[in-house]
Protein backbone atom coordinates (compact mmCIF):
# COMPACT_ATOMS: atom_id res chain seq x y z
CA UNK A 1 0.00 0.00 0.00
CA UNK A 2 1.23 3.76 -0.69
CA UNK A 3 1.89 5.86 1.83
CA UNK A 4 -0.81 8.60 2.23
CA UNK A 5 -0.29 12.03 1.39
CA UNK A 6 -2.78 15.00 1.80
CA UNK A 7 -5.46 15.55 0.23
CA UNK A 8 -7.78 12.84 1.18
CA UNK A 9 -9.18 11.23 3.89
CA UNK A 10 -6.72 10.27 6.74
CA UNK A 11 -6.66 6.68 6.83
CA UNK A 12 -6.41 6.81 10.93
CA UNK A 13 -10.05 8.66 11.41
CA UNK A 14 -11.56 9.13 8.08
CA UNK A 15 -11.57 13.05 8.29
CA UNK A 16 -10.45 15.30 4.98
CA UNK A 17 -6.72 15.85 5.20
CA UNK A 18 -6.00 19.70 3.50
CA UNK A 19 -3.17 19.62 0.69
CA UNK A 20 0.17 20.29 2.45
CA UNK A 21 -1.19 19.09 6.17
CA UNK A 22 1.73 17.54 8.03
CA UNK A 23 -0.69 16.18 10.40
CA UNK A 24 -4.71 15.42 10.57
CA UNK A 25 -6.41 17.91 12.59
CA UNK A 26 -8.70 15.11 14.01
CA UNK A 27 -7.22 12.62 15.40
CA UNK A 28 -3.18 13.95 14.76
CA UNK A 29 -1.79 10.83 12.97
CA UNK A 30 1.46 11.99 10.77
CA UNK A 31 3.93 10.87 8.56
CA UNK A 32 6.12 9.81 11.95
CA UNK A 33 3.11 7.67 12.72
CA UNK A 34 2.96 6.21 9.56
CA UNK A 35 -0.82 7.28 9.09
CA UNK A 36 -1.31 4.21 11.09
CA UNK A 37 -4.99 2.98 11.09
CA UNK A 38 -4.92 1.78 14.55
CA UNK A 39 -4.79 4.90 16.57
CA UNK A 40 -4.16 5.78 19.89
CA UNK A 41 -6.41 8.58 20.08
CA UNK A 42 -8.71 7.07 22.31
CA UNK A 43 -6.07 6.37 24.86
CA UNK A 44 -6.80 7.58 28.07
CA UNK A 45 -10.14 8.42 27.68
CA UNK A 46 -11.67 5.73 29.85
CA UNK A 47 -14.47 4.56 27.87
CA UNK A 48 -16.50 1.44 28.37
CA UNK A 49 -14.78 -1.95 27.48
CA UNK A 50 -16.88 -4.19 24.94
CA UNK A 51 -17.56 -6.25 27.81
CA UNK A 52 -19.18 -3.51 29.33
CA UNK A 53 -22.85 -4.34 30.80
CA UNK A 54 -24.93 -1.45 30.96
CA UNK A 55 -28.15 -3.22 32.73
CA UNK A 56 -25.54 -3.79 35.13
CA UNK A 57 -24.42 -0.74 35.23
CA UNK A 58 -27.23 0.83 35.91
CA UNK A 59 -28.55 -1.42 38.56
CA UNK A 60 -25.69 -0.70 40.58
CA UNK A 61 -26.14 3.31 39.93
CA UNK A 62 -29.81 3.57 40.83
CA UNK A 63 -30.69 0.57 42.50
CA UNK A 64 -33.33 -2.49 41.37
CA UNK A 65 -36.38 -2.07 43.23
CA UNK A 66 -35.95 1.67 44.38
CA UNK A 67 -39.25 3.45 44.76
CA UNK A 68 -39.50 6.40 42.48
CA UNK A 69 -41.30 9.49 44.03
CA UNK A 70 -44.67 10.23 42.63
CA UNK A 71 -44.29 13.64 41.79
CA UNK A 72 -47.64 14.57 40.58
CA UNK A 73 -49.01 15.50 44.02
CA UNK A 74 -46.86 17.87 44.52
CA UNK A 75 -47.18 19.70 41.16
CA UNK A 76 -50.77 19.37 41.53
CA UNK A 77 -50.39 21.71 44.89
CA UNK A 78 -48.42 24.14 43.40
CA UNK A 79 -50.59 24.64 40.48
CA UNK A 80 -53.41 25.28 43.19
CA UNK A 81 -50.89 27.42 45.28
CA UNK A 82 -50.19 29.48 42.50
CA UNK A 83 -54.01 29.71 41.03
CA UNK A 84 -54.72 31.15 44.23
CA UNK A 85 -52.52 34.00 44.29
CA UNK A 86 -52.88 34.39 41.09
CA UNK A 87 -57.05 35.38 42.08
CA UNK A 88 -55.99 36.55 45.22
CA UNK A 89 -53.97 39.36 43.36
CA UNK A 90 -57.04 40.05 41.28
CA UNK A 91 -59.59 40.34 44.34
CA UNK A 92 -57.57 42.53 46.66
CA UNK A 93 -58.20 45.69 44.48
CA UNK A 94 -61.61 45.07 43.88
CA UNK A 95 -61.87 44.43 47.70
CA UNK A 96 -60.72 47.60 48.86
Known amino acids: MPAFRPPGQCPACGEWVPRKAAACDCCGACERSGWKAESD ?13 YDAFIAEEFGEGKTKRNMSNVWWWVALVLAAAFLFSFLLPLLQ
Do not use: A, K
Not at 41 to 53: E, H, K, R, T, W
Open 41 to 53: VYDGLDLPDDDFD
